[in-house]
């Protein structure tokens, strides 16, 4: 069983910073694929950000390109989201997700995962 932890979420005023962490002890190379998604109230679930575990391949939503980073440290087994020039539609429940071998963008796409996290508020208000 794959345990998920996010954390890093907040509030931040508009154009400010926040890095969301998941911690995914156990997750292997070359096989998962590590995603970010987010919810807000009222509105569908969408995906931000997908990674392969190797950090090979990455995948971003257009939402979110050019402000998000997406990246992993092998050593910690924790994928990171940098998130830069926050805007308030920004705002949502961010969720850590994981999957086996499927493309990123697919997993990014369909929502499609085996393993989710709790979430982590982010809130993006002055």
């Known amino acids: 069983q794959l345990q998920l932890v996010e954390s890093g979420g907040g509030l931040v005023q508009p154009g400010g910073s926040l890095r969301l962490s998941c911690a995914a002890p156990?997750?292997?190379?070359?096989?998962?694929?590590i995603g970010w998604f987010r919810q807000a109230p009222g509105k569908e679930r969408e995906g931000v950000s997908c990674i392969t575990s190797s950090g090979g391949s990455t995948y971003y939503a257009d939402s979110v390109k050019g402000r998000f980073t997406i990246s992993r440290d092998s050593a910690k087994n924790t994928v990171y989201l940098q998130m830069n020039s926050l805007k308030p539609e920004d705002t949502a429940v961010y969720y850590c997700a994981a999957t086996g071998f499927i493309s990123v963008q697919f997993m990014c796409n369909t929502g499609r995962a085996d393993y989710w996290g709790q979430g982590t508020q982010v809130t993006v208000s002055s």
């Open positions: 156990g997750f292997t190379s070359d096989y998962h694929r």
